[in-house]
């Protein structure tokens, strides 16, 4: 069998763990050949692959972002989208099944081709650790774990000008990243996208650690709303899938912390960084061990299923059972996470 391998959407540590998973798997265990695709859905398209064989894939478990390139690329966009001339383009390269590597955009346009006849195998990725299918997805870890070094830096400075500073994290719908980094750097206040807090309570907060002689530190996700606001914090237009680009509510919380508080405040947005650089172990096994399932799931003909991590097995699921349910911060996480800031 010739399969086809895809990234897509945002970029995150552990990708190419999955392709070298895959493709040593697919070769040693079934006879597979296997290619790439450029850029995501983008390669698809326009049907531009590289040849994946053993070697290309050599040593890249450790490797950072993806030796395939990704794009946010809508399939169904363009001359050339839609499961239709999509499947001719797969004809015409001789390939036969496709393993889409993705998050919540990526994965649900597979379940869309899918639907239309396409034979694809999904792997979820994503740092925001938001997919309810699985328990986690590679790159959250690395994520964290970036995060948590740069707070623990932001700390020591804050505390050398008595600042309050304010950290802002990865995390679109749901404040994994946040919540992990920020306990674990522990912080004054961790403020997630879904609890709503008012100004005057962060303050509050920010107040009582100063009063015992700490330089506070507030933890952001982007995704935040503020109460009384109606959305999240965005002023960057919307992406390819016609979400709301985030990112800056550190800016925006930073001067309104100043004012209430009196303490000087700064805002640092970590942004790419956190899915940028080499995966932690954790990661690497994870995503090798869902790159050798994937290969399985074609093998066992499980067209329209992804595969998931549920304790310490690795399982498959339908795509029409796995996507629609965002995995968010649940209330108990929050209560015990929020009785430690102030
Ligand atoms: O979905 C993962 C994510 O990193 C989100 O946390 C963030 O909102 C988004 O991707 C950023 O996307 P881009 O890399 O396209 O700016």
Redesign the pocket.
């Known amino acids: 069998m010739k399969i086809g391998i895809l990234t897509s ?2 970029d995150c540590p552990g990708l190419n763990a999955v392709i070298r998973g895959a493709v040593l798997k697919g070769i040693k265990a079934y006879g597979h050949t296997f290619v790439g695709f450029r850029d995501g859905w983008r390669g698809v398209v326009d049907g531009e692959v590289l040849e994946l064989p053993r070697e290309k894939v050599r040593g890249i478990s450790k490797q950072g972002g993806t030796i395939l390139g990704t794009s ?1 690329t809508n399939p169904f966009d363009g001359p050339n989208g839609g499961a239709h001339n999509i499947k001719m383009t797969l004809v015409s390269l001789g390939i036969d099944a496709l393993i889409a590597i993705g ?1 919540e955009g990526t994965l649900a346009a597979a379940q869309r081709l899918s639907q239309e006849g396409l034979k694809i195998v999904g792997v979820p990725k ?3 650790n938001d997919l309810a299918a699985t328990d986690y997805t590679f790159g959250f870890d690395t994520a964290v774990q970036i995060a948590t070094e740069a707070i623990d830096r932001l700390r020591t400075t804050g505390e050398s000008h008595h600042r309050c500073m304010v950290a802002e994290v ?3 719908h749901a404040g994994w990243i946040a919540l992990h980094a920020g306990m674990a750097a522990g912080a004054h206040a961790i403020l997630i996208p879904e609890q709503p807090v008012s100004a005057a309570q962060i303050a509050t907060w920010v107040q009582e650690a100063q009063r015992r002689g700490r330089a506070p530190l507030v933890v952001v996700a ?1 995704g935040f709303i503020e109460q009384g606001q109606e959305a999240a914090h965005s002023g960057r237009g919307l ?1 390819t899938f016609g979400r709301p ?2 990112g800056g509510i550190g800016e925006k919380l930073a001067p309104e912390i100043e004012a209430r508080t009196g303490i000087e405040t700064r805002a640092t947005v970590l942004g ?1 960084i956190q ?1 940028g650089g080499v995966p932690s172990a954790f990661d690497r096994v994870l995503a090798t061990r869902l790159g050798m399932a994937a290969v399985d799931s074609v093998a066992h003909n499980r067209w329209g299923t992804m595969v998931t991590l549920k304790g310490t097995s690795i399982e498959s699921i339908d795509f029409d059972t796995a996507l629609g349910s965002l995995k968010t911060v649940p209330q108990e996480r929050w209560d015990e996470a929020s009785l430690l800031f102030g």
């Open positions: 959407g945002g946010r998050g994503t740092v925001d990865m995390g679109r982007e992406d680009r985030l790419h899915r």
